[in-house]
């Protein structure tokens, strides 16, 4: 399991440490959030409210490549929940992996009954 969280300077941050230790890795995206994380008086939901950029993403290209060679799954989830967010940061993140040859999953689709859509 791998965090990734904004560069702040508290306990309830920890270091990211990118390491394969099972077959199955799981990267959890936070969001990169500073302002907000440690914000009293207001939802928590707030702290995880971040739209990465393409350079931040592209930032863990290499690193889930590695991690693809060395596990037999990965999982990149986001949890930046503000509104469309979390599948837009995948989407783009899908992206950047498809353009660097490291293999991912078929897209998900919507199914309604018997069709799917995409």
Do not use: C, I, K
């Amino acid at each position: 399991v791998t965090f990734h969280a904004p560069g702040v300077e508290t306990p309830n941050v920890v270091e990211t440490v990118v390491a394969a230790t099972s077959a199955t890795a799981y990267v959890r995206f936070h969001g990169r959030n500073a302002a907000t994380w440690n914000a009293t008086g207001s939802h928590s939901d707030l702290r995880f409210d971040h739209r990465y950029g393409e350079h931040e993403l592209a930032e863990w290209v290499e690193p889930l490549r590695e991690l693809s060679r060395a596990s037999r799954t990965v999982y990149a989830m986001f949890n930046t929940n503000s509104g469309r967010q979390a599948p837009d940061n995948a989407a783009l993140l899908r992206g950047l992996l498809e353009a660097a040859g490291v293999p991912v999953a078929p897209a998900p689709g919507r199914t309604t009954g018997q069709e799917t859509l995409f």
